[in-house]
């Protein structure tokens, strides 16, 4: 917690043009300054989008559907592009449609190469610089987070994977796995943050009363960042928190 903060980011009217909603949106029962808890998601958010370490992810998930139905190739890209819409990613949707398991398809989609991901100095500092416990919120998996934040230089931050496992393959945006994040870790979401690249993750957790930022990337799914859920924008993550903590931080 930062007393005063809330306070002080009043005289900021400027924070930063990437900031969304700032000053209009401000609480002093629950500002973004005074977060003790930052969730994170971890793919497009803790790396760029640019990376685009999902293209594949999906080309192996393709292979695995198409395997696993026998079908063909198109066949199961269309399916699997179906179930993300309509169960939230395509893992679910094979569980909920084909009695598929879990761990043999998270095994092997996330068998990936991680070198476009880059080690990250100016994300690491940042976080450093960030008050409160900071949790990352996957519908990935513990091991496919831990090489990202391996290949970043950013592992030391983070105390809590809460992946898809955990959430009992219940994936984002739907609101169970949030609450259950939020009993499992005794977490307040009233001085809780949650940062997303996709605007229709952050619905459940503003509706739960959380702070939320909506990292910005080049893909068609995360247009949304004009929605009342979304508190604040930023466009690049390690750059939007210094610029943040440079007006509200400890040190401002
Ligand atoms: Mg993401």
Known sequence: MLPGLAVASFRHHSLCNMVKHLDTHLRSDGALADADTWIFDLDN?????QCDLFAEISQ???HFVSEFLGVSREHAYAKQKSYFQTYGTTLNGMMQCHGMGPHDFLDFVHDIDYGPVEPSLQLSTALERLPGRKLIYTNGTVKHAEQVIDRLGIHQHFDVIFDIVAAEFVPKPNKAPYEQ???KEDIDPKWAAM????????????????RTVLVQSHFEWDIGGDADHVHHVAEDLAHWLHRAMDHHGPDA
Request: glycine share 4%.
């Open 181 to 183: 994040l939020i009993d």
């Open 45 to 49: 958010t803790l790396y760029p989008s």
């Open 195 to 210: 940062v997303e690249d996709m605007s229709k993750n952050l619905a459940p957790a503003a509706a739960l009363g959380m």
């Open 60 to 62: 192996r998930m393709t």
